[in-house]
């Protein structure tokens, strides 16, 4: 099993950037496909990004996609997601997940505690 712990939400002005990290224990990091998820008050739980095993493969949802970046250091053993151009609406708590399997949002079975992001107008 794989501990997941997340860092780097906060307050911050519509238009700003914020990097969230995600530091993986337990098992090789290497073995996990990687993603972030979010969920807003009143909202579901909906996908924001993953990155396959390798580092070679990425996906995001369309509301982010142009504006946020996955990427993952394995000598560190953490996953990354830079936010930019953030707008009111990418307020939300922010998930870290693992899965063993594939990208397939089913699949990521670890989770982290999260971590609060809250983007001001």
């Known amino acids: 099993q794989v501990q997941l712990v997340e860092s780097g939400g906060g307050l911050v002005q519509a238009g700003g950037s914020l990097r969230l990290s995600c530091a993986a224990s337990g098992r090789t990091f290497s073995s996990y496909a990687m993603g972030w998820f979010r969920q807003a008050p009143g909202k579901e739980r909906e996908f924001v990004a993953a990155i396959s095993r390798s580092g070679l493969s990425t996906y995001y949802a369309d509301s982010v996609k142009g504006r946020f970046t996955i990427s993952r250091a394995h000598a560190k053993s953490t996953v990354y997601l830079q936010m930019n151009s953030l707008k009111p609406e990418d307020t939300a708590v922010y998930y870290c997940?693992?899965?063993?399997?594939?990208?397939?949002?089913?699949?990521?079975?670890?989770w982290g505690q999260g971590t609060q992001v809250t983007v001001s107008s």
């Open positions: 997940a693992a899965s063993v399997a594939t990208m397939v949002v089913a699949d990521f079975g670890s």
